[in-house]
């Protein structure tokens, strides 16, 4: 069974820094490129980054890039989020989710077949 | 960036009755070399992540029921439940995977 567990989330300043983790179990880690995704409270989905299986290919949304860097240990089956310079709009549940196979995809992104159950961070002073 | 506009913000249908959402993107997702649209639906109940219903604009997912259908093509998707039931209650959001993801705003459907 496929399992994706977040971690890592928390109440941090404006200004300050966190670092999300997400384990993932029930599948060929290695094989697949992986993603965050966030929803702030009683809002929609928004795309924060994905990283391919092998870390070559990197994305971030416009909103998060320069400040978030994702990565991932393949040997520890686990994805990474370090979110620094944090802001009030930042404050959102953040999911871990699978691409689905590389088949399924454009050249540039996938369907996100399996999601964590996510993990809250707030930003506030 | 490819934009995700969707249709309606909600709406209320009767159990057994279709219900109806629309979709629209910013530019053409689909893919002329294989003539497949890069778009998905996920599904997502109160205090549960999304769920992936439909890729390719109309490939069900396995284990989805099949009175979820997708359709379209181009720049304009439709997701149709055909016989709304209870446990269908939820926000639907349409996601383009022809770029970096975009996902819609989200349509809430409820039971009327």
């Known amino acids: 069974e496929v399992q994706l567990v977040e971690s890592g989330g928390g109440l941090v300043k404006p200004g300050g820094s966190l670092r999300l983790s997400c384990a993932a179990s029930?599948?060929?880690?290695?094989?697949?490129?992986m993603n965050w995704v966030r929803q702030a409270p009683g809002k929609g989905l928004e795309w924060v980054s994905s990283?391919?299986?092998?870390?070559?290919?990197?994305y971030y949304a416009d909103s998060v890039k320069g400040r978030f860097t994702i990565s991932r240990d393949n040997a520890k089956n686990s994805l990474y989020l370090q979110m620094n310079s944090l802001r009030a709009e930042d404050t959102a549940v953040y999911y871990c989710a699978r691409d689905k196979s590389p088949e399924y995809c454009s050249s540039t992104s996938c369907p996100l077949d399996y999601w964590g159950q996510g993990t809250l961070v707030t930003v506030s002073s | 960036d490819i934009v995700m506009t969707q249709s309606p913000d909600s709406l209320a249908v009767s159990l057994g009755e279709r219900a109806t959402i629309n979709c629209k993107s910013s530019q053409s997702v689909l893919y002329s070399s294989n003539n497949k649209n890069y778009l998905a639906w996920y599904q997502q109940k109160p205090g549960q992540p999304p769920k992936l219903l439909i890729y390719?604009?109309?490939t069900r997912e396995s284990g989805v029921p099949d009175r979820f259908s997708g359709s379209g093509s181009g720049t304009d998707f439709t997701l149709t439940i055909s016989s709304l039931q209870a446990e269908d209650v939820a926000v639907y959001y349409c996601q383009q995977y022809y770029s970096t993801p975009h996902f819609g705003p989200g349509t809430k459907v409820d039971i009327k």
């Open positions: 390719w604009a109309s």
């Open positions: 990283i391919s299986s092998s870390s070559s290919y990197i």
């Open positions: 029930g599948f060929t880690f290695s094989s697949y490129s």
